[in-house]
């Protein structure tokens, strides 16, 4: 059989192509982790900075520091959006006055409407986590006795303080993130029982919600563990 050397040449500059084209893909999937994994140590980096503030603040107010970390990682992009020093995207006016923001709300689950609307300002990062904890130990986000931080959570999210269908198991997946990197302390672990009642209230508008908790409080049937 003559073997033709066009053809060698031709196989010869596949492989080659080839060759080069899987080292592109091998480097370009390194510098995907590279960015990935640099973006989650700034983002632990900035966690810890914050928990550490944030611990002898939530510590006087008996609340959970991992949901203080994860609501505020979730509503500040970890810091990087928090205007007028709010970073749990708390409404109204603070001890700093307040800012006009524009924000998405999602009135109807699935659909998000661009709105803007005032937001309280803080003079410092613990004043934004104080006015947190001062927020959420308000009777209306207060969890009936026995709760554990994944009931707290739910409760929190039903009774109003963010409407959006997927809140819940967001924040708890942005607080596994930071268990990741800085310890077990900072998880939020949903029980099935819980993820099957974050995913019930997705379905709900924003104001059904706090009625379906409270009627399962009443019923005996909250807190889920």
Do not use: H
């Not at 609501?71 to 709010?86: F, H, K, L, M, R």
């Not at 924000?103 to 990062?125: L, M, N, V």
Request: proline letters at 6%; charged letters at 15%; glycine letters at 8%.
């Amino acid at each position: 059989m003559r073997i033709n050397p066009w053809v060698v040449g031709a196989v010869g500059g596949a492989m080659v192509l080839l060759f080069s084209a899987r080292k592109a893909v091998a480097q370009g999937v390194s510098m995907a982790f590279d960015i990935i994994a640099g973006r989650a140590d700034k983002q632990a980096k900035w966690a810890k900075e914050f928990a550490t503030i944030a611990a002898p603040i939530v510590a006087k107010y008996n609340l959970p520091l991992q949901i203080c970390v994860a609501q505020a990682a979730t509503e500040s992009a970890w810091g990087a959006a928090a205007p007028g020093g709010n970073y749990f995207g708390i409404k109204g006016k603070g001890p700093a006055g307040s800012t006009t923001v524009t924000t998405q709300e999602e009135f109807t689950p699935g659909t998000r409407t661009t709105i803007k609307d005032s937001f309280a300002a803080y003079g410092s990062t613990a004043q934004s986590i104080d006015g947190w904890c001062r927020f959420v130990t308000a009777s209306r986000y207060v969890p009936p006795e026995g709760s554990n931080v994944g009931a707290r959570l739910l409760w929190i999210w039903a009774a109003g303080y963010a409407t959006a269908s997927n809140y819940a198991t967001f924040v708890s997946s942005v607080a596994n993130s930071v268990a990741w990197r800085l310890g077990p302390e900072f998880a939020i672990n949903l029980s099935p029982a819980q993820k099957q009642l974050a995913a019930t209230l997705s379905q709900m508008k924003p104001e059904a919600r706090r009625p379906y908790v409270q009627q399962l409080a009443k019923n005996g049937q909250y807190p889920l563990t």
